[in-house]
């Protein structure tokens, strides 16, 4: 069974903490993504990258950055905590464009971090 | 304006009942789209894509209008396990999915 993988369910931590979130995925995919998801705002695009040590902004990156050293791993760094990234953290991937499942995105079971 | 943009419901339904409901897209270009559900608590997960031509898996059909720059799901014969929110996701370039706030369904018996 495909699956992805995010360390954490629940996350607390406090305004100016540096945060990792960690993501690992075992379908051998290309392309990973982090999200997150607020209410009444749906799931907004944070960082994406579409192979090792490659990385593309998503739509809201700011205070955001991340890795991607193993091409099953991509991480998500919070440099300096702040209480409006309390979100749920979403993780995800795909494959290459043009294959079969190419935009099927799986997703891990989240990530809730509350910052104090 | 939001890329994508869905009517947040709920929509309150007996089980049995039929419900629809719509998400618009602003980018004309736009060439690939889902359905997600996600239940409370949990991850979205792929319910179904959405072909050029309509399509049907199950109680579920989806249709794209292009024209008019949205996509459509209904949902037949409801069942209590059909409540969710439902996502849609549009993709306008590659590796990129935007996706709406989401549309809750809740079935009552």
């Known amino acids: 069974d495909v699956k992805v993988t995010q360390s954490s369910r629940y996350l607390v931590k406090r305004t100016g903490e540096k945060v990792f979130l960690e993501c690992v995925q075992d379908?051998?995919?290309?392309?990973m993504f982090w999200y997150r998801q607020d209410p009444g705002l749906g799931l907004r695009l944070i960082y994406f990258?579409?192979?090792?040590?490659?990385?593309e902004k998503g739509d809201i990156p700011e205070g955001y950055s991340v890795s991607r050293e193993k091409k099953e791993r991509f991480s998500l760094i919070l440099e300096s905590a702040s209480t409006n990234q309390t979100s749920m953290y979403l993780c995800?991937?795909?494959?290459?464009?043009?294959?079969?499942?190419?935009?099927?995105?799986?997703f891990g079971s989240g990530t809730q971090l509350s910052v104090l | 304006r939001k890329e994508v943009e869905q009517d947040p419901g709920p929509f309150n339904v007996p089980e049995g009942a039929t419900v629809a409901f719509n998400c618009t897209y602003s980018?004309?270009?736009?060439?690939?789209f889902f359905w997600y559900r996600q239940d409370c608590r949990k991850e979205p997960k792929l319910l179904m894509s959405?072909?050029?031509s309509g399509n049907e898996d199950g109680r579920f059909t989806a249709q794209l209008n292009r024209a008019s720059q949205y996509i459509s799901l209904l949902i037949r014969d409801s069942k209590l396990s059909d409540s969710a929110t439902y996502l849609c996701?549009?993709?306008?370039?590659?590796?990129?999915?935007?996706f709406g706030a989401g549309t809750t369904v809740t079935v009552r018996a």
């Open positions: 995800a991937s795909s494959s290459r464009p043009g294959g079969p499942t190419n935009e099927k995105l799986f």
């Open positions: 980018n004309s270009a736009s060439q690939s």
């Open positions: 959405v072909y050029s």
């Open positions: 996701a549009v993709n306008a370039r590659d590796y990129k999915l935007s």
């Open positions: 379908m051998d995919h290309e392309n």
């Open positions: 990258s579409y192979d090792v040590k490659m990385k």
